[in-house]
């Protein structure tokens, strides 16, 4: 189902968490919710949820207002940083959680439970407890907990956060290809631009309490409404008095038409990529190359550069 | 150094407590059953049995209820009553027993004199016994419990709201079994502490012996003690051995707390 949030505010005493936000996540998409920390993005999937209330402003989850609706009846998935798994209950127990306070009979349970354990590939740990799981497969038994009870939407909060950077990888790659599958309408909050560029279809950058730009991928990378969502999806250095990213600026050892002269300060070798930083005239832009490039241009230190932005 | 402190324990702790057994065991077997059997030291333990189960049953539902608002809410006074519920531990019992009396005594009692013309005792009788013991053994459960909810957290609290639960069902599938081997822990701890209470509840009690009277376990020992009637060490034994039982069920259920983790 559909959400859809308008002009939501939200104080915490002097703090303003959201200033007027207004939001739509279209139905079965995958929708990232980007921003640094304490944007108030994390604030706005809880009131989403029911977690939190908002001062003013209204939610609607499928068309329906459920602004004075407590979380308990809203029927949204959830699914926190820290898993926030029920310690005392196996697998099984924990997956079945919700549907078990439906008071769904037995049979259907165990099934409906024994098909979500599938989904996750969490079949054979069913009647461990969650200490003896490892944090992707906490957090993979937290989403099949969430997804039991068939949610309108589900809300991922930071999900991935408490994650070493491969497991991190990992799970982002197979909740996509879950969302596929599943379909259902999925909001992920996330402070890392690569995970929602990623997985997302859309993405909605906050920041300050406000909605900076919403997109796809493309659009919100490739024409970034303002400096900061250009600065906050990637890498950026000026170039004539303009900010750019380090990898639209050609390096030339002779003379172009726009082009900017400078000398090379030093090369910082990172990985597979270069760091070319250069003066030129008040300004120290740094261009990303490929060490073959590097190596084409014979570029060292001192070595007089000309820079031309690729538009 | 371990000689040190094998000797520091021998004369606080074992060289008295052996001299208690010694003393009973010379009296024999006979005189032991004799002295645990009268009438007055039946209805003495059936009242420590009374007093002490009633206050830890008090304090396990208030205990959990305070420990919740501690753990969970922020709210004007917090602080304050953080460290009002950990008062007892600081004031002597026996101040505690005379503050008691002044509230509720029949006669000069604040609280006590209109309820007392209303027919209802609370000192001098059970009610401020459980009372007394209840103000002592408060911080029991309570310390265990609040820092299991603190590091827990309202994760799961939030995760069972957003699967239909509601607050009673969290609270008893959820929260209560997340606290459930720190409350045990607590309960032991106040159980013993509250069977060995003496200076609150003398104060309290006025020491009546007899059956249907005033007078606990401890207080029958002070008294045959002090009048250098037989019977004192042999109760005195019991006690210990009700100690010795807490101590084995406190560190099986810290043995299991840590397995848990």
Known sequence: ?311 | MRAVAVGYVAALVIVPVAMVVWRSAQAGVGAFWQAISSEQAVAAFRLTAIVAGSAVAINVVFGVGVALLLARYRFPGRRLLAVLVDAPISVSPIVVGLALVLAYGPREGWLGAPLHRAGIELIYATPGMIAATAFVTLPLVLREIVPVLEAEGLDSDHAARALGASAAQRFWRITLPTVRSALAYGIVLSLARAIGEFGAVKVVSGNVSGVGQTQTATLLVDERIEQLEPGGYQMSLVLIAVAVLTIVIVSALQSGREDGR
């Open chain 1, 1 to 311: 189902m559909s959400i859809e949030v308008k002009a939501v505010t939200k104080s915490f005493g002097d703090f303003v968490a959201l200033d007027g936000v207004d939001l739509t996540v279209a139905e079965g998409r995958l929708t990232a919710l980007l921003g640094p920390s304490g944007g108030g993005k994390s604030t706005l999937l809880r009131i989403i949820g029911g977690l939190d209330e908002a001062d003013e402003g209204v939610v609607f989850l499928g068309g329906d207002d459920v602004t004075a609706v407590p979380a308990r009846r809203r029927n949204v998935g959830f699914v926190f940083q820290h898993y926030a798994a029920f310690r005392h209950l196996t697998v099984r127990r924990n997956v079945a959680f919700g549907l078990e306070i439906r008071k769904l009979p037995k049979p259907e349970v165990r099934r409906r439970v024994d098909e979500l354990l599938d989904l996750v590939h969490l079949g054979p740990f069913a009647d461990r407890l969650p200490a003896q799981l490892s944090g992707g497969q906490r957090q993979r038994m937290a989403l099949a907990r969430a997804l039991a009870v068939r949610p309108r939407v589900l809300l991922l909060d930071e999900p991935f956060g408490a994650l070493d950077t491969a497991v991190r990888r990992e799970l982002r790659d197979w909740l996509r290809r879950l969302h596929d599958e599943v379909g259902v309408t999925t909001l992920l909050v996330t402070h890392d631009q690569e995970e929602a560029l990623e997985a997302a279809d859309e993405v909605v950058i906050i920041n300050n309490g406000r909605v900076e730009q919403a997109g796809s991928p493309q659009q919100v990378y490739d024409r970034p409404a303002n400096e900061f969502v250009m600065g906050f999806l990637g890498p950026v250095t000026t170039l004539g008095g303009r900010v750019v990213r380090p990898h639209d600026i050609e390096v030339h050892r002779d003379h172009r038409d726009g082009a900017v002269a400078g000398r090379v300060l030093r090369l910082d070798r990172l990985g597979f990529e270069f760091r070319v930083h250069v003066q030129a005239g008040g300004e120290q832009p740094w261009v990303q190359l490929a060490p073959r490039e590097v190596h084409a241009l014979e570029l060292r230190p001192g070595e007089e550069v000309y820079l031309l932005h690729r538009t």
